[in-house]
């Protein structure tokens, strides 16, 4: 229910405004300007309506002061018995929504006042759809930034740069439909983890942004970065069942405010510099920008030189069997082999390991999945390429083998698996295609 805060020095005119207004709003009641300051900041009404003429202070004082201290355009509704059209026209120049003449009639005071909260509404309805985002309801792109950088500034903290990681695939593999319900828990993880007065937006896509007042120390990110990664993967899993293999999680890169700054672009570039360190290193995890990491990172991709380039690039050294990667860095090496096949007639050859439990065992699934990990790595050259897409399952890329060869390869494999401990309570099953032309 709206709340009206009424005002008037005469007390009988006030009970008799309220009687009327208290049939379809709750009510509060002062009968001076001081009174109605300190009530305003306990109640908090939807509008005010004063009589214009009071001693100490007049409604239009009432009017400027509030809006002075709350810094906003306040719902006002002035009433009078003066009956000069000036009065009128005076209280309307200083920004009130409504007039009414003493005596009134309960049905226009009611329906006049109706139509001022109805207009309140609509405005606020408005301004809210101007801020925020439609699709996760936290700020959209222009007001997170203009918010922002104001607070750049005027406050210290850390400002983050947040991508959501593997986003586009839940897209390509569940639909767009799924990608909304993933942005939605999304946000409200980060919703979570902020709190009242720190600020947190939308960019558009998968990107998004904040700002933490008074954080200062990286063990208060690292505590963020942890909730959101674990957080954003269990609502994955709640959505799209346990078999979900898809790389979900957050990139955070931050940057300390006003050590590194206040001009908010300036800013901004930092943070990015930051979350493409933690995008190129594995993901799912944070990084503060540092001038000292940018200027060696500058130094060593400065090199002017081949083989000073290739020493960058280079392993320092070549262990021996497979190479393992994460999952987001094994998509982009299937991806580049994809093209070789078609352009080059190159054979390559995709194998699928799951691991499943066949006896109760005290030895959990993980320890195995590292077990059987182990006998895929041996027994591959370091041409071929593993990694690990889901608890209990590994996918290889096996690079120059004829056909033929492929179930040597495969046995290969799995007499080291045999030899295992956990081979005794676990079973490995293989599925086996070529990589076809894009």
Not at 267 to 287: C, E, I, S
Not at 364 to 370: F, K, L, Q, S, T
Request: proline share 3%; net charge negative; glycine share 4%.
């Amino acid at each position: 229910m709206k709340k009206i805060m009424i005002v008037d020095d005469e007390q009988v005119s006030l009970m008799m405004t309220e009687h009327i207004l208290a049939t379809a709003y709750q009510t509060v009641c002062a009968s001076n300007g001081n009174e109605a300051i300190e009530l305003f900041h306990k109640e908090t009404p939807d509008m005010v309506l004063s009589d214009l003429h009071m001693p100490g202070m007049t409604g239009y004082e009432l009017q400027q002061k509030l809006q002075k201290e709350f810094n906003e355009q306040i719902p006002f509704m002035f009433m009078t018995a003066d009956q000069d059209d000036a009065t009128e026209s005076k209280g309307f120049e200083n920004g009130a929504m409504d007039f009414i003449k003493k005596p009134f009639r309960a049905d226009v005071l009611l329906r006049r006042v109706g139509n001022i909260l109805q207009t309140v509404e609509k405005i606020q309805g408005l301004k809210k759809a101007a801020v925020l985002d439609p699709m996760t309801g936290l700020l959209n792109k222009a007001s997170s930034q203009k918010e922002i950088s104001a607070l750049c500034k005027s406050a210290q903290g850390v400002l983050m740069m947040i991508d959501l990681d593997s986003f586009k695939l839940v897209n390509d593999i569940y639909g767009h439909s799924m990608g909304d319900k993933i942005l939605a828990h999304f946000s409200e993880i980060l919703k979570a983890v902020v709190r009242p007065i720190d600020l947190v937006g939308r960019l558009g896509g998968d990107e998004f942004i904040a700002f933490c007042q008074n954080v200062t120390e990286e063990i208060v990110v690292e505590k963020k970065s942890r909730f959101i990664n674990k957080y954003i993967l269990e609502a994955a899993k709640e959505l799209m069942g346990e078999d979900f293999q898809i790389p979900l999680g957050a990139s955070i890169g931050c940057v300390l405010v006003p050590n590194e700054g206040t001009d908010f672009d300036r800013l901004f570039k930092k943070a990015d510099k930051a979350l493409y360190d933690v995008k190129k290193n594995g993901k799912h995890g944070f990084k503060f920008f540092k001038e000292k990491d940018s200027e060696r990172k500058n130094e060593e991709t400065s090199a002017s030189d081949l083989a000073n380039a290739m020493q960058i690039l280079s392993e320092r050294t070549l262990p021996r069997g497979a190479l393992v990667l994460p999952f987001e860095q094994f998509k982009t090496v299937f991806q580049f082999l994809k093209r070789l096949v078609s352009n080059y007639q190159r054979e390559i050859w995709a194998v699928l390991f799951s691991i499943s439990e066949t006896k109760r065992s005290a030895i959990p699934i993980e320890d195995a999945a590292e077990q059987l990990l182990d006998a895929i790595k041996s027994s591959l050259r370091q041409s071929d390429v593993v990694s690990q897409n889901a608890k209990n399952q590994f996918m290889v890329l096996l690079q120059e083998v004829e056909s033929s060869n492929i179930e040597i390869v495969i046995n290969r494999i799995m007499e080291k698996w045999e030899a295992a401990d956990a081979s005794a309570m676990f079973t490995v099953k293989s599925e086996l295609d070529a990589v076809k032309r894009a």
